[in-house]
């Protein structure tokens, strides 16, 4: 599912919606098993598997926690139900559990989708507050609603395959209506 990392969980998970700013939106979290396997992707799939509710839950808190986002990008003040969202998914924060394996130590599995989600809005809070929020950049492709740290400083797109490619296909062809 994910083609290239965001570099960061909750950015991952605020890409499984393609094209907010576009008439047409591709949703990549379909059904509860694409929830699971995007979980699943990020190194967070739940002990139990998530069930149709959970998905809704996901996806609405998907779409406030890009609210919330935009706000801080343009400086403004977020809209209360977003926060709500946000601090409602907190309540079921239970930190990442630490066991000893045969070979190595273990972070175990979140119990429920609930935790896992909750562990991605909690590292999102750290992002937009601590030393990374600097690189957390939009796509360059600004019909694209995309975002990805920019750990090197040269990365300008959330998924060179696509948003890249579809930006030079656009520049071609402008400039071809130029030269007609
Ligand atoms: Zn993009």
Redesign the pocket.
């Known amino acids: 599912m994910i083609d290239e990392s965001a570099g960061a969980r909750w950015l991952d998970l605020l890409a499984t919606l393609r094209g907010r700013y576009r008439s047409r939106q591709v949703d990549l979290l379909s059904d509860p098993a694409a929830l699971a396997g995007f979980l699943a992707e990020v190194g967070l799939p739940p002990r139990v598997a998530p069930t149709a509710a959970d998905l809704d839950a996901v996806r609405a808190l998907r779409e406030a926690m890009h609210a919330v986002l935009r706000a801080d990008e343009e400086g403004r003040r977020p809209e209360a139900g977003d926060l709500a969202l946000l601090t409602d998914a907190q309540a079921a924060f239970e930190p990442f559990h630490l066991a000893a394996g045969e070979s190595g130590p273990v972070v175990e599995s979140p119990a429920t989708t609930d935790v896992a989600v909750a562990l991605m809005v909690t590292e999102m809070l750290g992002d937009l507050s601590g030393p990374r929020r600097p690189l957390i950049r939009p ?3 600004d019909s ?3 975002h990805f740290l920019d750990v090197t400083g040269r990365r300008t ?3 060179s395959a ?2 890249g490619s579809r930006v030079r296909v656009r520049r071609h062809r402008s400039r071809a209506v130029e030269s007609t």
Do not use: A, I, P, V
């Open positions: 796509c360059g492709d694209c609603s995309g797109w959330c998924s696509r948003c």
